[in-house]
């Protein structure tokens, strides 16, 4: 994490809960810090910032120890807690967008939608198959995570299976896509929905190629709190929340969830794409390992130079696999 935290002189600082005191400032990632050290803290009177993942993380997962070439490094609260404020809530609140900032958002999405790029990295995109029955609404319910903080606080703790059925329920007649999580289905993270139950509320289940791929041959998104809403978004999807993520609210989306009164000011997708890419993250540059803007990411993943490998990846994608098989092997012997 040194070189995406790094502020330009002397190395970054790392402390015990011990060595601040009232008044004092410290990130944490929280969902690696136990509640004993957030609560010292906080009695404390330290302010405590959050760092987390951003939307362009890595070619690779994150579960297997891929190691992130963005954060979020947020000083307010976190993006995806609705619970409370945040700095990209504050940026999409107050901003005044120039018109440069929006056509350099503009060439952003353009570029992202042209080489595949998602969250863990570049897939070039292929043509959407044509569908069996074009006369039916073709649905994609991204699963996600079950225990990610994302989740727990923008979703209130809902389901893989409890986001489908609601799909089906406000879509009777649609051609509903499950597409389960990739670090679940990599065998590290809690969120599998056995095969038979997916079935019985979606049409199919889609394991294989790039999300980016299954948005574009979609006609709408129903997600929780997932990033590939906000993919969806960019490219022109209609997108349907059942959580609060950090992209609902701002009159682009079709939201089920209590949206914060804090978000009431409607925005373009454009103002969007610059808020949450170009403004909001930490981006790294993984050829010179210094900090870079967006686009130069986007370039180096686009061009397979953003690869990184080590034997703790080897090992835990070894590890996931694994895991995964003796899943399947106890589900088939239930």
Excluded at 120 to 143: C, E, F, H, N, Q
Excluded at 164 to 191: M, S, W
Aim: some cysteine; hydrophobic content about 45%.
């Amino acid at each position: 994490m040194d070189a995406l935290l790094w502020a330009g002189a002397g190395p970054v600082r790392y402390g015990g809960s011990r060595q601040l005191a009232a008044g004092d400032t410290v990130l944490a990632w929280s969902s690696r810090v136990s509640n004993r050290v957030i609560s010292d803290l906080t009695a404390k009177g330290v302010r405590i910032g959050e760092i987390e993942d951003g939307m362009i993380r890595s070619q690779g997962l994150g579960a297997n120890c891929v190691p992130p070439l963005s954060v979020i490094v947020d000083h307010l609260g976190v993006h995806f807690d609705s619970a409370q404020p945040s700095a990209l809530e504050t940026i999409l609140s107050e901003t005044h967008f120039a018109p440069e900032m929006l056509a350099r958002a503009a060439a952003l999405r353009a570029r992202l939608i042209a080489v595949g790029l998602s969250k863990y990295g570049a897939t070039p995109p292929i043509a959407p198959s044509a569908p069996a029955d074009k006369a039916r609404r073709r649905i994609l319910v991204p699963g996600q995570v079950e225990d990610d903080r994302s989740v727990l606080t923008g979703g209130g703790g809902m389901t893989n299976l409890e986001l489908l059925a609601r799909a089906r329920a406000r879509e009777p007649d649609a051609h509903i896509t499950y597409r389960p999580h990739p670090d679940v289905e990599a065998g590290h993270r809690k969120g599998h929905v056995a095969e038979v139950d997916a079935l019985a509320l979606a049409d199919t289940i889609e394991r294989n190629g790039a999300i980016t791929d299954a948005i574009e041959a979609a006609d709408a998104l129903h997600v929780i709190t997932s990033l590939a809403g906000f993919e969806a978004l960019m490219r022109g999807k209609q997108v349907v929340t059942h959580g609060v993520p950090f992209y609902a609210g701002w009159g682009l989306t079709k939201d089920h969830g209590v949206v914060p009164a804090r978000r009431g000011r409607p925005r373009t997708i454009d103002e969007l794409v610059a808020a949450v890419l170009i403004l909001y993250p930490r981006y790294l540059d993984p050829v010179t390992r210094l900090p870079c803007p967006v686009e130069i990411l986007v370039e180096r993943l686009a061009a397979g130079d953003a690869d990184i490998s080590s034997p703790l990846v080897v090992l835990r994608t070894w590890q996931g696999k694994v895991s995964r098989l003796a899943d399947r092997f106890g589900a088939r012997a239930r």
